[in-house]
T-cell receptor
Framework: AQKITQTQPGMFVQEKEAVTLDCTYD???????LFWYKQPSSGEMIFLIY??????QNATEGRYSLNFQKARKSANLVISASQLGDSAMYFC?????????????FGTGTKLQVIP | DAGVTQSPTHLIKTRGQQVTLRCSPK?????VSWYQQALGQGPQFIFQ???????QRGNFPDRFSGHQFPNYSSELNVNALLLGDSALYLC????????????FGSGTRLTVV
């Protein structure tokens, strides 16, 4: 079974609109973390936001927020007020394990294109 | 404060050859993980190094090996290259005991012809 599932290969959004990128996960580890990374065409993975499994509140970082629904095992990324520079691949990832034995697994990504 | 540095940025090799990729972690980080990202795919975990030892390994053959040096920098070696090894190889560093995630380099794009 896939540990991280991103069902949207590609998404379009109008500039200044909000967009939600979907992510579901599967783990039996009680302690885990969920990340979103942005990968522009240059290749570098840019960290956007993190949510720990025990965090009570949804994480927010500027225009990025993570809609964490633990019972549904979903961790959707919401980007508000989209900008042209937001056009990129977006990867959801999950950390399992603890301390030095943590491992991060990535989804297949969603390509977001922001339309002027 | 330098982030993660990878070299070279691009590389072209012939099938059957061997290749070495290098990574310098972010200052203060002691753990290095390597990922392979094929075109259009998400990164796949290769292995992780801490205290100069391979601590975890993904589903990759023994042709993939690595090393970590006392200064925490790391190398990824791939022997007997196959066409299917063509990919972006990403290095990520982190601090042991901190469960916050990785800082990634810009990657090395390997093309096997």
């Amino acid at each position: 079974a896939q540990k991280i599932t991103q069902t949207q290969p590609g998404m379009f959004v109008q500039e200044k609109e909000a967009v939600t990128l979907d992510c579901t996960y599967d783990t039996s580890d009680p302690s885990y973390g969920l990340f979103w990374y942005k990968q522009p065409s240059s290749g570098e993975m840019i960290f956007l936001i993190y949510q720990g499994s025990y965090d009570q509140q949804n994480a927010t970082e500027g225009r990025y927020s993570l809609n964490f629904q633990k019972a549904r095992k979903s961790a959707n990324l919401v980007i508000s007020a989209s900008q042209l520079g937001d056009s990129a691949m977006y990867f959801c990832a999950m950390r399992e394990g603890y301390g030095g034995y943590q491992k991060v697994t990535f989804g297949t990504g969603t390509k977001l294109q922001v339309i002027p | 404060d330098a982030g993660v540095t990878q070299s070279p940025t691009h590389l072209i090799k012939t099938r059957g050859q061997q290749v070495t990729l290098r990574c310098s972690p972010k200052s203060g980080h002691d753990t290095v993980s390597w990922y392979q990202q094929a075109l259009g795919q998400g990164p796949q975990f290769i292995f992780q190094y801490y205290e100069e030892e391979e601590r975890q390994r993904g589903n990759f053959p023994d042709r993939f090996s690595g090393h970590q040096f006392p200064n925490y920098s790391s190398e990824l070696n791939v022997n007997a290259l196959l066409l299917g090894d063509s990919a972006l190889y990403l290095c990520a560093s982190s601090l042991n005991e901190v469960n916050y995630g990785y800082t990634f380099g810009s990657g090395t794009r390997l093309t096997v012809v």
